[in-house]
């Protein structure tokens, strides 16, 4: 439970113009679509993904990390990071692909490989109304079979050059692009709900803050006086 006096003590130190930002990413953002990336082991490629979801209103991430540790640049992420939420999947001796999978199906998402094969579903014809996980994969490899065998569908960007792929961050802005613009478009209610707005806002605020563990601090002292 936010407490809402804790808030309004914290807003007399973040500018007006910052807290109105926050408000206005949080009132854009969504779960109803989230980004699974697997095994992407260069640093730019993952840190471009991670721009994008936050550009386009993508709260969460899910990292799968059986071969290759996630890093995010601040020099591609612009800090995009920082206002992300992060779920890794990186046991050892476990199956990570699977056990992202699984939680994903639990929160009601259907999985969607990003793939070029010709039975694919085309973005255009995607349907958006749908809670949807979409997974990439590198671009040489792609994803991997525990991915294309649980997915419920693929889906292909429609390509009319030679080359038959995309790099994964072109990729996944692409995608997130269209599907977000849809998706607003609809009568879907996408939005964040009210309580996790809240503790966004407030968790935000806390990292807009220098010091903020002695500010803390100094608040609930001031509370128990």
């Given at each position: ?68 540790r996630f890093k995010a640049t601040n020099q591609v992420a612009k800090g995009a990071q920082k206002w ?64 294309l065998a649980a997915a419920d569908v693929s889906l292909k960007i429609p390509m009319v050059g030679f ?40 968790e935000w605020l806390e990292k807009s803050i220098k010091s903020i563990k002695k500010i803390k601090e ?8």
């Amino acid at each position: 439970m936010v407490d809402h006096n804790y808030v309004k003590f914290l807003e007399t130190i973040v500018s007006e113009r910052r807290q109105q930002l926050f408000k206005e990413v949080l009132n854009n953002r969504t779960k109803h679509f989230t980004v699974a990336i697997e095994d992407i082991y260069q640093a730019h490629n993952a840190s471009a993904v991670v721009r994008s979801c936050d550009i386009f209103g993508v709260q969460d991430i899910h990292v799968i990390e059986s071969k290759y540790r996630f890093k995010a640049t601040n020099q591609v992420a612009k800090g995009a990071q920082k206002w992300m939420d992060f779920t890794y999947y990186n046991e050892y001796d476990t199956n990570n692909t699977k056990e992202s999978i699984k939680k994903l199906k639990e929160d009601g998402y259907q999985i969607v490989a990003t793939s070029p094969h010709n039975e694919s579903c085309l973005l255009p014809d995607f349907d958006v109304t749908k809670k949807s996980a979409f997974f990439f994969g590198v671009e040489k490899e792609g994803l991997s079979e525990d991915v294309l065998a649980a997915a419920d569908v693929s889906l292909k960007i429609p390509m009319v050059g030679f080359t038959e792929s995309l790099n994964i961050s072109v990729a996944a802005a692409i995608i997130l692009n269209d599907v977000t613009a849809r998706l607003r478009a609809t009568d879907v209610d996408w939005k964040l709900d009210k309580d996790f707005q809240d503790q966004k806002y407030l968790e935000w605020l806390e990292k807009s803050i220098k010091s903020i563990k002695k500010i803390k601090e100094r608040y609930l002292t001031e509370q128990q006086d």
